[in-house]
């Protein structure tokens, strides 16, 4: 193979590269799977006892929340605490009661990241592939719970007793904590993909802009 088959190769549209499809699938499968063991682990073992949860209970009951625990300590120096919540809204509890929407907007959603990945990326940006499957399982690992039990189960509590200076309180929030919103590893992969696609994109940018000026130069030259 010359160097300009090789270029090729490396340029064609994402959709094209087996290489490109095993990137984004084994991070997807990865992340998916991690979600929903550790959101299972949680409800099965943070309480000291199994929490069940019923979906149909979930849904017509507006007040049903997971019963009071103990604090599960995580990290020392409350840098994290386990907690069980039921989220009916989207990441850190944006929007209750809104799952039919929230449903829709997932699935539209990872629609517009699979066109994305097949016609928006090329096959040389790994880095691009490995962001959408977190992308992916971030919103698949949330959309699994919506329609299985009804809400998100969520379980990491950043900074528990960490309040805000003078008093202060976030807007919608009475705890005055730093960080008030409970959260789960779907949260976390959605954060991280969209952040890494960003720096990522930013990146290519650059590249495209350096690659069209030393063209224009060298036909300037010519």
Known sequence: MDQSTGEQVRDRASWRSPLAWATLIGVFVVGLSFDLWTKAWAFATIAGYPVELERDRVLEDASFFVPHHARYEALPWDLLDFRLVLNQGAVF????????????????ATVAALMLFARGTRS???????AIGL???????????RIQYGAVRDFLYM?????????YQWPGNSTGDVFPWVFNIADVL???????????????????????????AANSSA
């Not at 900074?159 to 008093?167: A, I, V």
């Open 93 to 108: 509890g944006i929007g209750q009661r809104q799952r039919g929407l929230f449903i829709a907007f997932t699935v539209v």
């Open 124 to 130: 040389r940006m790994h880095a691009a592939h490995i």
């Open 135 to 145: 992308i992916l399982a971030g919103g698949i690992g949330n959309l699994f719970d």
């Open 159 to 167: 900074l528990p007793n960490w309040g805000l200076p003078g008093g």
């Open 190 to 216: 959605l954060l991280a993909g969209m952040a890494l696609f960003v720096i990522t994109s930013y990146f290519e940018d650059r590249s495209v802009r350096r690659m069209q000026a030393s063209v224009t």
